[in-house]
């Protein structure tokens, strides 16, 4: 048996001639750039988490630096966020001139500790990136009282969790701006580059509209300098018709975890997700943790079992980010998650013997 970690021809295969034929709409028209579907796309992603506004760009991390961008933070400004995520969504911030201020993570869930943020906070800190960690919402309703008190403005960096909710509200409706990847092997996944900024506000969303097309209104004329980062025609098109099974997929991914929680429950030296009772998670990733991580890894490849360590250096530690400062121990919730995660194979298609084959060697292991 082989168990891949993701298997996007499986998903690729119920599709298949839906999917022809929406690519194949757009070669008719030649319409490639901000063709009918992105706007499309943007209505229908608007319905679906009940957002005012939503705008297609060309990556998850352009959608980071634009949304920054949008909030006019830049030079000389701080921007609070964690160290253990994907890289974008701190280099977001550094490319936009900004500092990065990282601060440490809670041990369950892994995503920022509400309780560690205001001691960072400074007369130069402009805003909170939150990051939805795994498909998990982070504590927004105590992000949202800080991010208040200190009137500072808030990004979500929800492409891992699309879809996912904290108190019953949509992630990506708290903040000022929050963000989306379509990125293949996120949840829902484009056939290349794809990403998306939403908000509520309208002035906002003029401006991003405005800085994905060079910051340019009207045409050739500039008040700011934008980016040049659209979202691609044929990747809305693909998108639109994905969305429509993007529900079924999350169930999918919670009743597979609902497995994994039930049959790996109880093995010593083993920690299954812990999942915020306030939070309905999306499961982009289902990660597991053990002090026996490497063994754990190399027992579960021999039997070809996919497995991956997201992310196994903390990004305070990161050497394009030296001269911040940061030196080994100052994270330290991070830096051992760094070296004790795991994610194993949660994806919708997954059959029940991949499931029972993957529970079975773990148990093969810890036994
Ligand atoms: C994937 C990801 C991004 C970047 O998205 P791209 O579409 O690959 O540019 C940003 N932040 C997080 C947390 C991600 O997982």
Redo the contacts with the bound molecule.
């Keep these: 048996m082989r168990v891949p970690m993701l298997d996007l021809h499986a998903q690729y295969q119920t599709m298949l001639d839906d999917i022809r034929s929406e690519i194949e709409k757009v070669f008719e028209t030649h319409h490639y750039i901000m063709g009918a579907q992105v706007k499309e796309f943007e209505e229908k992603v608007q319905d679906y988490l009940g957002i005012k506004h939503a705008i297609g760009c060309a ?6 630096v634009l949304a920054i961008k949008a909030l006019n933070i830049g030079e000389g400004d701080e921007v609070i966020t964690t160290p253990f ?5 701190a280099s ?1 911030i550094w490319r936009n001139g900004a500092v990065p201020v990282f601060v440490d993570i809670d041990e369950d869930t892994f995503n920022l500790d509400p309780d560690k943020i205001e001691a960072a906070i400074t007369p130069n800190t402009k805003a909170i990136m939150a ?3 795994f498909g998990q919402c982070c504590d927004m309703a105590r992000i949202m009282e800080i991010a208040k008190k200190h009137n500072l403005k808030v990004i979500e ?1 929800n ?2 969790g699309i879809g996912s909710t904290f108190d019953g509200k949509m992630s990506c409706s708290f903040g000022d701006i929050g ?1 989306l ?3 293949p ?2 949840n829902l996944g484009a056939m290349g ?3 998306m900024c939403l908000t509520n506000d309208d002035e906002l969303a003029a401006g991003l509209r405005q800085l994905r097309v060079h910051g340019e209104c009207p045409k050739y004329y500039h008040k700011w300098v934008g980016l040049n980062s659209r979202l691609d025609t044929i990747q809305a098109a693909v998108l639109l018709r994905k969305l429509d099974d993007l529900a079924d997929w999350s169930e999918s991914r919670r009743k597979n975890a609902a497995f994994y929680n039930e049959h790996l429950a109880g093995i010593a030296g083993l920690k299954t997700p812990v999942i915020d009772e306030r939070a309905v998670t999306i499961y ?1 990733q289902y990660t597991l943790r053990t002090e026996r991580r490497d063994e754990l890894m190399a027992h579960l490849q021999k039997r070809n079992i996919g497995c991956a360590v997201y992310y196994p250096l903390p990004l305070h530690l990161q050497e394009c980010f030296t001269s911040l400062g940061y030196k080994e121990g100052d994270l330290p919730i991070s830096e051992r998650a760094a070296k004790e995660v795991l994610s194993i194979p949660i994806y919708p298609e997954l059959t029940d013997e991949m499931k029972s084959y993957v529970v079975e060697s773990i148990k093969e292991f810890f036994n």
């Design positions: 990556s998850g991390t352009d959608a980071l995520t994907f890289f974008a969504t977001s990051v939805h960690l960096d492409a891992q963000t990847s379509f990125f092997s996120k580059d794809a990403g982009n």
